[in-house]
């Protein structure tokens, strides 16, 4: 099974990209984190509902086909590393590929929303959208660990 993190932002300063990289280059063939940039739209003075829809239009462009699509969105549910093990587990178990989407500075597009079968809060704060990048890559990997009685977890 192939996660696909698809992400609004792209030319990430080289730190964003180690640290993703650090973690999903832990995780197993059959739980494979594949990022996907969606470049944003440039923001001065343009029409923020046109750019954010723009964007989401092309995020949904990139999903696979029969994917469980999750959002990563401040009004989603919070999520325990036991819940997201959980999740983990019963999207490994369906077999189809997950697409876990965080929008641009505006957040996502009312389509994408509408596409969801999930939305996972990080958490009630804003973090910058590079982080957020690190921060799943590693959530997904402690998930895994756990899931796999692996000691990284404790």
């Known amino acids: 099974m192939q996660i696909h993190l698809i ?38 003075g343009g ?4 750019i954010t829809k723009d964007e989401g239009e092309r995020m949904l462009a990139a999903v696979p086909p029969r994917a469980h699509v999750v ?20 999207w490994l178990g369906n077999g189809q590929p997950v697409a876990l989407m965080v929008g641009g500075p505006e957040g996502l597009s009312q389509q994408v929303r509408d596409a969801a ?14 982080l957020v990048r690190i921060v799943v890559a590693e959530q997904i ?7 796999n009685n692996h000691p990284y977890h404790r």
């Open 7 to 44: 992400a609004v932002g792209n030319k990430m300063p080289d730190w964003v990209q180690q640290g993703y990289n650090e973690y999903a280059k832990r995780l197993p063939r059959e739980c494979e984190l594949v990022l996907k940039e969606i470049a944003p739209d440039k923001r001065r």
């Open 47 to 50: 029409d923020i509902a046109r």
């Open 71 to 90: 959002t990563l969105d401040i009004p989603g549910k919070p999520w325990t590393t036991a819940d997201l093990a959980k999740g983990l587990e019963r």
């Open 117 to 130: 079968r999930e939305s996972w809060s990080l958490s009630p704060l804003t973090f910058p959208h590079p």
């Open 141 to 147: 990997y402690r998930a895994w660990s756990l899931m």
